[in-house]
C-alpha cells in the first residue's frame, strides 16, 4: 500500500533529485565509538534507504569540485521502479550539466 501511495504521490514526474547523504561524511578516524557510528551510518543510508523500501531505482552523481578541495558529495536522482532507462537517460543529461558549470 505505501508503495502504491509513493507513485501516486509522484505523479507524472520524471525524477526526484536530493543529496544522497544529508550531510558531508566524516573522517573515519573522528568516529571513535559503536554508538557514534551507528548514529552517523544510520544518517547516511537515510536517503538511499526510502528509494529502497519504495521499491524505486535511484543513481549518485558525484557533484564536488576535488580541483577546488571540495569534499565528496552526491546527488540522487531517483524515480519509480521500472524507470531504469528514462532515469539513466536523465542522469547523463545532469552529469553534463554538471560538468560544463564545472568548467
Known amino acids: ?25 566524516p573522517p573515519l ?5 559503536d554508538a557514534e557510528y551507528t548514529r552517523l551510518n544510520l544518517l547516511m543510508l537515510r536517503n538511499p534507504s526510502i528509494i529502497n523500501f519504495w521499491d524505486g531505482c535511484a543513481i549518485s552523481l558525484p557533484c ?12 540522487m536522482l ?3 521502479g521500472g524507470h531504469d ?3 539513466l537517460g536523465l542522469a547523463q543529461a545532469v552529469e553534463q550539466a ?3 558549470t564545472a568548467s
Open 1 to 25: 500500500a505505501w508503495i502504491a501511495a509513493m507513485n501516486a504521490a509522484f505523479g507524472d514526474a520524471t525524477a526526484l533529485m536530493c543529496p544522497t547523504v544529508p550531510v558531508v561524511a
Open 85 to 87: 532507462d528514462a532515469l
Open 98 to 100: 554538471l560538468r560544463d
Open 29 to 33: 578516524a573522528s568516529i571513535t565509538d
Open 64 to 75: 564536488h569540485r576535488a580541483d577546488l578541495g571540495e569534499l565528496p558529495v552526491g546527488l
Open 78 to 80: 531517483a524515480a519509480p
